[in-house]
């Protein structure tokens, strides 16, 4: 790992480093880390437990003498449907490993990221096969499937097991990067709480020679498993009934576009605000690895376990006009503000990966040219609203929960945490970017008054 090598630091080296580089506390601070480090995994089990034995329902003690019983029943569920086995940690762990190999190896455009502060403006570069990746395990998967050495049903089948192993990969990466990264490396912003820095991370820029491990934890392992697990639900309702239903599709469909335009856009994901200043601890690796492919998938689990959902043709057809217009708002908002990141760099590289969609790039657009040096767009999507690229992917997120319906509110759950994320993510963004660039950040407020709905809020 490049920031994991070094000589071994001083106890009075590493204890200037936490004073110099010390960071305010977010997340309710070491209490608040914690309780999210427990809740987590308890969470992801409690969802996975009302999918599986309670028609997706939310489900409670029914009395304060039924409380003991209740997590009898927990532990139980547990033991029966995800305790650790040989077959669920072999599966995560050859994707995970075949996934890093693949990633290291395979050919792409190389792209350099941002200067990075911290290490006096140096810059690296990442290679971008992400496009070349997906399109060879696609047919790889299912040639697997075909021949019987793994069937896709496998994936559900075993759902629980799988999960359990992806949580405990996810507890353990944090972990070992943490202790390699303040015993050899050079820890970054650290606040000097123990599992507040685990939460956070001490690593910026973990690297395994040519592996960029921040990039193959956010692009390579949450999405494709995420899609594969809705594939897994409607190959096996595929074999339990002969068909699949129109909103099980709907699931393959919102999870492919969505792993797919990760892939075909990579090229901008190195200029994100996850790469190039979000440190590789806890919060990124444990739902990289677990909670975002682990939990974005209950409304495919949920139509699954429910039988072959149908709903009325206008609202079947509703709900895919939704999931497409969300979709082009989203790809294109994304792409815009990173390929004009690109262009102000003069590293913008065009590419002709599908699907290329209409406004994509702007031409000739206008931006505020700041004082400290950066360039804050006012064009295409981004002259409506600062933050257009979250709400289409809300609205994509709401797509997910209406096509199951509204008898469940666990299908709504991604909707409503991404909802609490994004309203502390917009936060942070705010504050940082306001003492950044001063006034010319209230001049751009002035220019884009509003954050998320054009002329509403």
């Keep these: 790992m490049t920031e994991l090598k070094g000589e071994k630091r001083s106890s009075k080296t590493s204890s200037k480093s936490l ?184 690593t910026l820029n973990p690297r395994l020679g040519p592996l960029d491990l921040k990039m193959w934890a956010e692009i390579r392992v949450p999405w494709v498993v995420l899609f594969y697990i809705s594939v897994s639900c409607a190959v096996k309702q595929y074999e339990l009934n002969g068909y699949v239903s129109s909103t099980q599709a709907f699931m393959v469909v919102a999870h492919f576009l969505y792993v797919n335009a990760c892939q075909k856009g990579e090229e901008c994901i190195p200029t994100t605000w996850d790469i190039f200043y979000e440190k590789w601890g806890f919060m990124l690796i444990f739902w990289n690895l677990a909670g975002v492919p682990f939990t974005y998938c209950i409304s495919s689990i949920y139509l699954y376990k429910m039988g072959p959902v149908q709903w009325s043709t206008t609202y079947t057809v509703f709900c895919y006009v939704l999931l497409l217009a969300a979709y082009y708002a989203w790809d294109t908002t994304n792409s815009q503000k990173n390929k004009f990141r690109m262009q102000m760099r003069g590293n913008y590289l065009p590419r002709w990966t599908f699907p290329q969609l209409p406004w994509s790039v702007l031409k000739n657009p206008r931006y505020i040219k700041t004082e400290q040096g950066g360039c804050l767009l006012t064009d295409g999507w981004y002259r409506y609203a600062r933050k257009f690229h979250y709400t289409a992917d809300l609205f994509m997120a709401l797509s997910w929960g209406l096509i199951t319906g509204f008898t469940s509110f666990l299908p709504y759950f991604y909707l409503s945490f991404f909802i609490v994320v994004l309203v502390h993510r917009v936060t942070r963004d705010n504050e940082r970017c306001a003492k950044k660039y001063g006034k010319d950040w209230e001049k751009y407020v002035k220019t884009v008054p509003h954050i998320f709905i054009p002329y509403v809020f």
């Design 19 to 202: 004073q110099t580089s010390a960071e305010e506390y977010e997340f309710g601070g070491p209490v608040g880390v914690s309780l999210m480090m427990l809740g987590f995994p308890c969470l992801m089990y409690y969802f996975w437990f009302s999918l599986n034995y309670h028609q997706g329902k939310l489900f409670y003690p029914a009395s304060l003498e039924d409380v003991l019983p209740f997590f009898n029943r927990l532990n139980q569920y547990f033991w029966d449907s995800a305790a650790p086995t040989t077959f669920g940690f072999a599966v995560y762990s050859i994707y995970a490993v075949l996934s890093a190999f693949l990633t290291a190896i395979l050919p792409g455009p190389r792209i350099e990221g941002l200067p990075i502060p911290s290490e006096g403006g140096k810059t690296l570069w990442y290679t971008c096969n992400g496009v070349t990746y997906l399109y060879s395990l696609i047919p790889f998967s299912f040639a697997l499937h075909y021949f019987n050495i793994f069937r896709l049903t496998e994936i559900i089948d075993h759902f629980g097991e799988i999960m359990t192993a992806a949580i405990v990969w996810g507890f353990v990466v944090t972990f070992t990067t943490y202790f390699l990264t303040v015993t050899f490396g050079k820890p970054h912003r650290l606040s000097g709480s123990f599992i507040y820095d685990v939460f956070m991370g001490a």
